[in-house]
């Protein structure tokens, strides 16, 4: 299996918690970027958070920056998506991908399909009023 498995999604109502993980079986995991994406029926695919397998530095987009943590455990070989306060504007479909390239001498790219190339399943996420 070349691609990420996510998974973790659900239904909750507004201001509850989920949390995802995306987990790399046979995907080189090492010294790569891993982003968040997620897309809702008839809006654009937003990627909106980002991290370094090897770096703890994540970046966060302002639509979820202080609600949403990701983090890693390079052990398990897997990247989480803590999501907190969600809210019904946070409902969309989630995915979890990965940089082909080694990322280990320069910073995580700006969050786009062409640099995450290897994406997860989806997972859905929905959160009602």
């Not at 990420?4 to 790399?24: E, H």
């Not at 455990?73 to 969309?92: C, F, G, H, I, S």
């Amino acid at each position: 299996q070349v691609n990420p498995a996510v998974s973790g999604g659900g239904s909750v109502q507004a201001g509850g918690t989920l949390k995802l993980s995306c987990v790399f079986g046979g995907f080189t995991y090492s010294n790569r970027c891993v982003g968040w994406f997620r897309q809702a029926p008839g809006k654009e695919r937003e990627g909106f958070a980002s991290i370094s397998t090897e770096r703890d530095s994540p970046t966060y987009a302002n639509s979820v920056k202080g609600r949403f943590t990701v983090s890693t455990d390079n052990a398990e070989k897997t990247v989480y998506l803590e999501m907190n306060n969600l809210q019904p504007e946070d409902t969309a479909m989630y995915y979890c991908q990965a940089t082909p390239k080694d990322y280990s001498e320069s910073p995580c790219p700006f969050l786009s399909d062409d640099d995450y190339h290897y994406r997860s399943q989806g997972t859905q996420v929905t959160v009602s009023s």
